[in-house]
């Protein structure tokens, strides 16, 4: 709750300040001219409040863990290296958007090479910091509520094939751990497209994780009389605190980012977002479980590859009016706000499916 409260009265009461800042240096928005005609009026609107996001769950965090007298714990450390790191890769890219007055800030290559390095970096450190009872951040197992018999590093029997074996097993773990960065924090990014939609969606998904990580700290297989169905997961609680203040940071920003928004999040703060998310999944070994928790950024993700398949297939056929699928209700004649609610909506009931997934698994141990 302190981890929340901090990084909500952060934003909320600190992104006049930053508006005002990002105005004097026009960092604003450039709107593409191929997008929806009503967007055009939004030119200009300051971004990079990603910005502002970041440094409200950081303070919040360690405000939090310092409020109840705890360390902090490297698991959430790792969630915020995510947040942080992929929160640079965004930033360069709206820097050039803005500086240049261009729609395309980082190629796509630079963009996944700047993905790439932070998901690396987290992997090698969540792989290698094992607490008390032995256990690291991370798993090398695929995990779903907890981590199923799927190891991508291999068993002993496998060892048998030496360096060989231990290499493969190196690079299968990191293109996980990838898939996962780069799906969750482009996921993300393209939901970021009305004002306030992946900000509210992103509140409700984040904050699955601290109900997530709540519950597995009261179940901990560490716990003195724990009972059947426990889970092995490294700081639960910590990871609790940290989405709780990243959760706090982006209700506060919510206020300022609903429509008609003053600051929007920009790459800096959809890229951060994601990656967050997916080093939530990681570290609470609930990696699969992103997948209906995030429901929303995989249905606009999607309606971005069907578009762009069957536009090549078809050769020049659309199936949406436009894409991301958000935009295809806009040119429908639906209010953005409108869209944006009822997405908010499938958020949320995609959201509550997957914690009854979660909670009815541990009901059936």
């Known amino acids: ?7 909500l009265f952060f934003t909320l009461f600190a992104t006049p300040g930053f508006i005002w800042l990002f105005r004097k240096w026009r960092w604003g928005q450039f709107i593409r001219d191929d997008g929806p005609q009503s967007h055009h009026t939004k030119h200009g609107t300051p971004t990079m409040g990603g910005i502002v996001i970041i440094i409200a769950s950081v303070l919040g965090y360690f405000g939090g863990v310092l409020f109840n007298g705890q360390m902090p714990t490297a698991s959430a450390l790792l969630v915020l290296f995510m947040m942080v790191g992929l929160g640079l890769v965004g930033f360069a890219d709206d820097y050039i958007k803005t500086h240049k007055q261009r729609s395309l800030g980082l190629t796509g290559w630079a963009k996944m090479g700047g993905q790439a390095v932070v998901s690396i970096a987290f992997t090698w450190m969540a792989l290698s910091l094992p607490d008390d009872h032995g256990l690291n951040p991370a798993s090398t197992r695929i995990s779903l509520f907890r981590d199923m018999p799927i190891n991508l590093a291999f ?3 496998a060892k048998q094939w030496g360096i060989w074996g231990t290499i493969i097993g190196i690079i299968l773990v990191q293109l996980w751990f990838y898939l996962l960065t780069s799906g969750a924090s482009n996921g993300v990014n393209i939901a970021d497209g009305l004002d306030g939609l992946a900000t509210g969606s992103s509140i409700m998904a984040i904050g699955a994780f601290a109900v997530i990580g709540f519950w597995k700290f009261n179940q901990s297989c560490f716990n003195p009389g ?5 889970y092995n997961t490294r700081d639960p609680l910590d990871l609790a605190v940290v989405a709780a203040a990243i959760v706090g940071a982006l209700i506060g920003f919510l206020w300022w980012n609903t429509a008609p928004a003053h600051l929007y999040m920009g790459d800096t703060g959809s890229l951060g977002l994601g990656g967050a998310l997916a080093a939530l999944a990681i570290t609470s070994r609930t990696e699969l ?3 209906p928790i995030g429901g929303i950024f995989v249905i606009v993700t999607g309606s971005v590859i069907l578009q762009r398949i069957y536009f090549k297939l078809t050769k020049g056929k659309r199936i949406f009016l436009m894409s991301p699928l958000h935009h295809h209700f806009e040119l429908k004649g639906w209010a953005e706000v409108t869209v944006v609610v009822r997405f908010w909506i499938i958020a949320g009931l995609c959201v509550l499916g997957g914690i009854g997934l979660f909670y009815a698994e541990w009901l059936k141990r």
């Open 1 to 7: 709750m302190a981890a929340a409260a901090i990084g």
């Open 155 to 157: 068993d002993d029997e």
């Open 226 to 230: 724990h009972l059947t169905g426990c």
């Open 289 to 291: 479980l992103l997948l």
